[in-house]
């Protein structure tokens, strides 16, 4: 098949788009449109498209607009909800994960030292009174470290990886 | 008393549609409903006779609308009605372009009564029987060309915009499906004749 355009199809063309076809349309493009086929191709399909567009638009069921604008809406504020919890889920994954790691640390460090308040726990209820240095490795206390001063600064540094990792995902 | 006390609500309004535009959010109820109420059935019209089945053409048009609403730069009163139009079928022939990529899963039973005994007069049965049959020889790209060229009297240049072909392409696409249509509306038109 050629591609081959007629010259007065722009003509065809607007005569249809103002409805001037086929009342107003001179006779001699009539006549044209007769001859050409390109020509009567565009006026046969626009004509029957251009009936059937009235047609269907006449047809049609058209739901409430309010609908679809609140259906919206929602769609929208899900989405900015959705985007908000996204980060906020990956901080609390995070700091979910540093504080995993500090107990299976802490763990691993008592069973290798020896579980010295396992035998503390044995005496408690003899007695009768607690001894939070019990808890603690005595490594942790010849080292000169505090768990008044270890315990914050891990919880500090767990809770500022969960910001960083917050504000990276929410610049993203 | 402040004087801004006086007339809070006013305020507030103004304040609230500032921030909004200057967000870039889309129109507003009222002029959503006008836009709607003068685009609907154009759009579904498009989707009712490319697709040929007005259910789903139901269901396209009414994402098609929220998803216009959900962009984040449709407004009438920045770009112009005629861009919304346009941005509006952009949305309904991905839509449809994405149905008919997907696997047909719908069974008889899903379809509902009236698509098989809708009301028509004898004008409109007549135009269906020629046209309906003709649209549905063709592959769906050259239906939502030739509607959009010959119903919606779109220029090549925005069928392009619309369906995101090439413009030259729009053209030859657009010619070879028009000869074809033509063919088999004069060959049903020669069918139908004593």
Redesign the interface.
Same mark, same amino acid.
């Not at chain 2, 010959?150 to 009297?153: I, Y």
């Given at each position: 098949m050629t591609l081959s355009p007629c010259t007065r199809e722009n003509e065809v063309k607007e005569i249809l788009q103002r409805g001037h076809w086929p009342q107003a349309c001179p006779a001699e493009l009539r006549t044209h449109v007769s001859a050409c086929r390109a020509c009567g191709d565009l006026v046969l399909v626009s004509e029957a498209f251009c009936k059937a567009r009235a047609q269907a638009a006449g047809s049609a069921r058209l739901g409430s607009p309010g609908v679809l604008w609140w259906r919206a809406q929602l769609r929208r504020r899900n989405a900015a909800v959705e985007r908000i919890g996204k980060p906020l889920l990956g901080a609390q994954i995070f700091a979910l994960c540093v504080t995993l790691a500090l107990t299976a640390g802490f763990v691993a460090f008592e069973a290798r030292n020896g579980i010295a308040w396992l035998g503390w726990l044995q005496e408690l209820p003899q007695a009768g009174s607690l001894h939070l240095e019990a808890l603690w490795p005595s490594t942790m206390f010849s080292t000169g470290l505090s768990p008044m001063v270890l315990i914050p600064a891990i919880a500090t540094l767990a809770l500022l990886g969960g910001v960083v990792v917050y504000l990276a995902a929410e610049k993203q | 008393m402040p004087w801004e006390s006086v007339i809070p609500n006013v305020l507030a309004r103004d304040a609230q549609l500032e921030a909004s535009r200057a967000a870039g959010a889309p129109m507003d109820?009222d002029a %959503?409903?006008g836009f709607?109420?003068r685009s609907?059935?154009?759009v579904?019209?498009y989707l009712?006779?490319t697709s040929g089945d007005?259910a789903l053409a139901?269901d396209l048009m009414?994402e098609s609308?929220?998803r216009f609403?959900?962009a984040s730069h449709p407004d009438p009163l920045v770009e112009g009605e005629v861009a919304c139009r346009r941005y509006l079928f952009r949305i309904a022939t991905n839509l449809l372009r994405d149905h008919w990529r997907r696997p047909r899963t719908s069974s008889i039973e899903e379809v509902p009564e009236d698509f098989f005994a809708?009301p028509?007069n004898s004008?409109?049965s007549d135009?269906?029987m020629?046209?309906g049959p003709a649209l549905m020889q063709m592959r769906p790209r050259d239906r939502q060309l030739?509607?959009l060229a010959?119903?919606?009297?779109y220029s090549h240049r925005e069928i392009a915009q619309v369906t995101g072909l090439a413009s030259a392409s729009v053209r030859?696409l657009l %010619?070879?499906a028009?000869?074809k249509?033509?063919g088999l509306?004069?060959d049903a038109e020669n069918g139908r004749q004593p």
């Open positions: - | 109820n %959503f409903a709607y109420e609907a059935r154009s579904w019209a009712a006779r007005p139901e009414q609308y929220v609403l959900c809708r028509g004008a409109q135009s269906q020629t046209l030739l509607w010959h119903a919606e009297g030859l %010619f070879r028009r000869r249509i033509a509306l004069r």
